[in-house]
């Protein structure tokens, strides 16, 4: 899955989304680069992301659930984010959750968006994939809305404990299943 251009995002040109194959089709020290620019943007999100070194990084690649927003060359990271598959006691995926979300560049954040809902549908087809954004990011709430996200209770079966300076985070639960991924 690839895509180059704009496609009136408001992208830098050319963005090309990264998912699968592509990724997969990396040499390793390719993905070890990339997953070192995905680690040292994480860097500036220390108190709202998880932090993740590069070899996990390129584990998540590794295992067909990333998807990578680039420009020209792999060396320029326009965005990130991750498929997070939650799983019952006997190990069945539940629902997936879309997660580390970066835009490294204006515009990139609705590609990536777009980007996993379509990794999503050919990764785990019929399982719902849900963001869980806290509450004082309203701008990640508006873009995921502006895409065609319906926000929901959060599913039982993502039983979440987000904390901030020990204390419970606020956060809203949106459905992005039924996100056109083309629009």
Known sequence: MTTNGDEGLGLPSPTRILALEHILGLPADGKLMLGRLVSEALLAHTVTMLQYAPPKIVDIMDEGRAVVAVGATEEDL??????????????????????TWLACRPGAGLHVL???????RIKY???PLYAVIEDSN???????????????????????????E???ALVRTFDLTDIDPHA
């Open 78 to 99: 326009h965005g990130f984010a991750q498929l997070s598959p939650w799983r019952d006691a006997q190990q069945a995926v539940q629902a997936v959750e879309f997660r």
């Open 114 to 120: 777009r980007g996993a809902v379509a990794l999503n």
């Open 166 to 168: 020990d204390e419970p």
């Open 125 to 127: 087809p019929d399982i």
């Open 138 to 164: 309203g701008h990640a709430q508006e873009l995921v809305v502006q895409a065609g996200a319906q926000e929901v209770p959060m599913p039982s079966s993502m039983a979440v404990e987000l904390k901030a």
